[in-house]
């Protein structure tokens, strides 16, 4: 039974950096039939995807973060990360983890996530 | 500014069939196929239609998907007040190089 959660700290002031992780379980980081992303949403707004890694570190990344975003994996772990610098109010969120999968036609879904993690950015 | 456009609500009393719409572009819709997340209030986005008309195992055949040309669609029917929820459609986004959602719909069961 494939699980994800998010853990990290809740509050965070202006220009900080975000970090959070998500530990996988019932499941592989290392398998080859899927990437593992970020998602985020601010309160009471739409959902905005951060990023996505494959296990071998391969990334994309929402060009719109201003490469202020990083994603890592640890295969030893079982865990993926998420780092976003220089926070504003603007980045107040709950932080998703994910995982997507390639069906056999179309394009990719987010099929497992996180409970997610709420992030408030304030002074 | 999403590039998929959603309307903010929608509504519909028990056991009647509603729909929700999508409309993109050329370059996303018009290109790629189309998922649809529902989130229930104060829990995680879960994929309700993936490939545009395909459901996932336990997902109940109430819920269908299509697309045409630069839109798309979900229909429920049979509406049940546990339907009541926000839902989202995402498509692969060129420029993102990764996945768009809508603005989400929320759906309310009078």
């Known amino acids: 039974h494939l699980q994800l959660q998010e853990s990290g700290p809740g509050l965070l002031k202006p220009s900080e950096t975000l970090s959070l992780t998500c530990t996988v379980s019932g499941a592989s980081i290392s398998s080859t039939s899927y990437y593992w992303g970020w998602i985020r949403q601010p309160p009471g707004k739409a959902l905005q995807w951060l990023g996505s890694i494959y296990y071998s570190g391969s990334t994309d990344y929402n060009p719109s973060l201003n490469r202020r975003v990083t994603i890592s994996v640890d295969t030893s772990k079982n865990q993926l990360s998420l780092k976003l610098s220089s926070v504003t109010a603007a980045d107040t969120a709950v932080y998703y983890c994910?995982?997507?999968?390639?069906?056999?036609?179309?394009?990719?879904?987010?099929?497992?996530w996180g409970q997610g993690n709420l992030v408030t950015v304030s002074s | 500014q999403s590039v998929l456009t959603q309307p903010p609500s929608a509504s519909g009393t028990p056991g009647q069939r509603v729909t929700i719409s999508c409309s993109g572009s050329?370059?996303?819709?018009?290109?790629?196929?189309v998922n649809w997340y529902q989130q229930l209030p104060g829990t995680a986005p879960k994929v309700l239609i993936y490939?545009?008309?395909q459901r996932p195992l336990g997902v109940p055949d109430r819920f269908s998907g299509s697309k045409s040309g630069n839109s798309a669609s979900l229909a429920i029917s049979g509406l049940q007040s546990e339907d009541e929820a926000v839902y989202y459609c995402a498509v692969w986004d060129d420029s993102l190089k990764g996945p768009a959602f809508g603005g989400g719909t929320k759906l309310t069961v009078l």
């Open positions: 050329s370059s996303t819709i018009g290109s790629y196929t």
């Open positions: 490939s545009s008309d």
């Open positions: 994910a995982r997507r999968l390639y069906p056999d036609l179309g394009a990719p879904y987010f099929d497992h």
